[in-house]
């Protein structure tokens, strides 16, 4: 068996009778409890629960599972009390899934945070698939575009990340600037290889310029990024690095706000709050985050703290100076 949650769900519909309850006890959206029981019936080839007006109730095969759940349940138990009180140190994986240009920010702050907790292993993950953290797949995500909307998840808005159109200097003096639309058939862009981003800017490019325009694409940011400083075309850049580098010319400016171009991309923590507990124990246990993401809504290069989890799993933003 490979996924203990759907068993530990199972467990508690079978111990409550009903999926609200078992929801609530889990702190899971009553979807994911009945997505969970789909999904450990058709794996085991067995229905586990007869489902009526009052509830479920459990079938032999669910009554057998039900058994060998309590006798986990309770080592488990016995196991959590011979470690309680053995110190507040972390240990094992803390695994972050993010955007690669974030790296530099993140780094230092997980490395220090490693310093206190020495038996901690970082990873840190980027890519453009969505890391479902519902199923234990990351701990943490800073995600840039539209809030995901999985019930599972809390997330808090972090910061309004400022996007502009760049080139390098070499490409502006072969190609010129483009003056609008008419114009992008006679430019070369640099693009997310996946026409599925979420990111705003790689969604108003796939949708603006024309396919045959886009003649570099990679699923790397870092890529992109090489790509544009080498002259390759026509890509997006967060402003702050775009305007701070003599050696690029903006293209597009970013655009306000809400605005259907390349402009303010929202960036958000996510978290799965029994996911982090498992991992972290409490919020005291979580790096404090932080940021200096340039560009935020009130002011470019404006800092502040976000405290990864607070009570009961929620995250925090405790912003400091210069923060919203």
């Not at 993010?98 to 990873?123: C, G, I, K, Y």
């Not at 929202?266 to 200096?292: D, E, F, Q, V």
Request: with cysteine; net charge positive; proline share 6%.
């Amino acid at each position: 068996m490979d996924n203990w949650d759907e068993i530990r769900t199972a467990y508690q519909v079978a111990q409550l009778g009903t999926v609200s309850g078992a929801a609530e006890v889990l702190g899971v959206h009553h979807a994911t409890v009945i997505r969970h029981i789909d999904a450990l019936e058709g794996r085991l080839g067995v229905k586990l629960f007869q489902r009526h007006a009052r509830g479920y109730t459990a079938t032999e095969a669910g009554e057998d599972l039900l058994r060998v759940a309590r006798a986990t349940d309770d080592q488990f138990s016995q196991l959590a009390g011979r470690i309680k009180g053995r110190g507040s140190d972390v240990s094992g994986e803390l695994v972050i899934t993010s955007l690669d240009f974030l790296a530099p920010q993140l780094a230092p702050l997980l490395t220090e945070f490693q310093r206190q907790n020495p038996e901690l292993v970082v990873r840190y993950l980027i890519g453009d698939r969505l890391f479902r953290l519902e199923y234990g797949e990351a701990h943490v995500a800073i995600r840039a575009g539209a809030a995901p909307d999985q019930p599972d998840n809390v997330v808090q808005p972090y910061a309004q990340l400022a996007v502009g159109a760049y080139a390098s200097r070499d490409y502006v003096a072969q190609y010129g600037i483009p003056q609008g639309p008419e114009d992008y058939h006679k430019h070369r862009f640099i693009a997310a290889d996946n026409r599925d981003s979420r990111a705003p800017y790689h969604k108003w490019l796939w949708a603006t310029v024309p396919e045959e325009s886009v003649t570099w694409r990679s699923t790397s940011g870092a890529a992109l990024e090489a790509a544009l400083r080498a002259g390759a075309g026509i890509g997006g850049l967060p402003a702050a690095m775009g305007r701070n580098d003599p050696q690029l010319v903006e293209i597009h400016a970013p655009a306000p706000i809400g605005a259907v171009r390349c402009g303010w991309s929202p960036m958000s923590i996510c978290t799965a709050p029994a996911r982090c507990r498992r991992c972290c124990g409490s919020s005291r246990n979580m790096p404090r985050m932080r940021s200096h993401v340039p560009n935020k809504r009130r002011g470019a290069g404006a800092s502040g703290d976000a405290l990864l989890l607070g009570s009961g799993g929620r995250v925090i933003l405790a912003r400091g100076a210069g923060g919203e």
